[in-house]
C-alpha cells in the first residue's frame, strides 16, 4: 500500500499498475480508480451481511479506454487509527482490537454462494485470482483462476510435486473452509470518527481465503509498516493474535510452500503494459 494522504484519504496501490489516488470531488464523497470491480463487490456484501462500519458505494462507472473501474463511495469523516494509535492508552488499545475482533469474526460467518470460489472477488461465479496473476501462470497460459479450494489445492499440489518439495513442504488439503477475509487489515485502513467508531475502509484486496489468511496479511503488512516507518510495532503486533486467533500450522506450511516452491520458479523477462492510446505504465514479470 501506499503512503496516506495528510487528511487521512487513503492510497490504493495496485499490485500490478501502481498507485491510484483516491480523490475526495465532494463534501461526502470520493471516488477511487481500480482495475477491478472487487472493492465495490465486497462492500455491498459487507453492508448486506455484517454491522462492520464500512463506505457506502454509490456508483461504479466503467472507463472502458482505460481499463479500469470509478468507484463512487461516501467519504468517511475522521481520523485513521495510525495516526491515533501512539497517542492511545493500552486500555484503548486493547478495546480497539476487541473491536476488530468482532469484526472478523462476522466476516468469517459471511456465507454466500461466492464462499467457496478461492481468492478475489470477482462478478457471479466467476473464477478468481488467488493471489496476483504472477503466481499460477502455466505454459498454456491460464494465470491461476480457480473455480474451487480443491482446484487451487491441486494446482499447488502439483507445483510442490515438480518442485520436489513434497518432504519439506508437505501436501495440502481443502479441509479449512474459505471465509470473507479483508486481506489487508493495518492501522492505516481503519478510520475513527468523532463517535470513535472504527470503519474499514481499503477492500480492493478482499476475498474468500483460508481462515489462517487474515492472520497472515497482517503479519506480512506489519512487516512492510516497521519496514516503511524504520521502527517496531510491538503492541499492534501482540493484538494480532486478540483480533485474528493465534498464527497456525497451516500459514507456516503456506509460507514453506512460498518459499520451496513459488520463489524458485523461473522466470521469464519483463513485457511491457502499453495503454490503447501508447501510455507507458511498467513492466509485469512473466514466470512458467
Known amino acids: 500500500m501506499c ?94 482490537a476487541r473491536t476488530l475482533q468482532g469484526y472478523v469474526q462476522q466476516l468469517r460467518k459471511v456465507d454466500v454462494p461466492r464462499r467457496r470460489i478461492p481468492g478475489y472477488v470477482e462478478e457471479g461465479d466467476k473464477a478468481a485470482w488467488f493471489m496476483s496473476p504472477t503466481v499460477f501462470n ?13 482446484e487451487l489445492v491441486d494446482r499447488m499440489n502439483e507445483l510442490t510435486v515438480l518442485n520436489g518439495s513434497v518432504e519439506e513442504v508437505g501436501l495440502f488439503d481443502a479441509s479449512q473452509p474459505l471465509v470473507l477475509t479483508h486481506n489487508d487489515l493495518n492501522a492505516r485502513n481503519v478510520m475513527v470518527d468523532e463517535d470513535k467508531r472504527l470503519w474499514l475502509i481499503d477492500w480492493s484486496e478482499s476475498g474468500f481465503f483460508p481462515e489462517f489468511w487474515e492472520r497472515l496479511s497482517m503479519q506480512m503488512q506489519q512487516a512492510n509498516e516497521e519496514r516503511v516507518q524504520e521502527k517496531k510495532l510491538g503492541d499492534w503486533r501482540k493484538l494480532m493474535t486478540i483480533m485474528c486467533g493465534e ?15 513459488y520463489h524458485r520458479r523461473p522466470k521469464k523477462a519483463p513485457v511491457p503494459i502499453v495503454l490503447p492510446d501508447g501510455d507507458y505504465l511498467m513492466s509485469i514479470e512473466e514466470v512458467v
Open 3 to 96: 503512503d496516506a494522504t495528510p487528511d487521512g484519504l487513503a492510497k490504493e496501490d495496485h499490485p500490478y499498475l501502481g498507485c491510484l489516488t483516491v480523490i475526495r470531488f465532494a463534501e461526502d464523497a470520493v471516488v477511487k480508480p481500480v482495475y477491478t470491480r472487487t472493492e465495490a463487490l465486497v462492500l455491498t456484501m459487507v453492508a448486506e451481511h455484517t454491522s462492520i462500519p464500512v463506505p457506502k458505494v454509490r456508483r461504479v462507472l466503467k472507463v472502458e479506454q482505460r481499463g479500469l473501474y470509478l468507484v463512487v463511495m461516501d467519504f468517511i469523516r475522521g481520523k485513521q487509527l495510525a495516526a491515533l494509535w501512539g497517542g492511545m492508552s493500552d486500555e484503548e488499545k486493547e478495546q480497539v
Open 138 to 150: 502455466d505454459d498454456d497460459g491460464t494465470l491461476g483462476k480457480f473455480a474451487t479450494q480443491q
Open 247 to 261: 498464527s497456525s500450522a497451516e500459514a507456516s506450511q503456506f509460507l514453506a510452500w512460498c518459499t520451496a516452491v
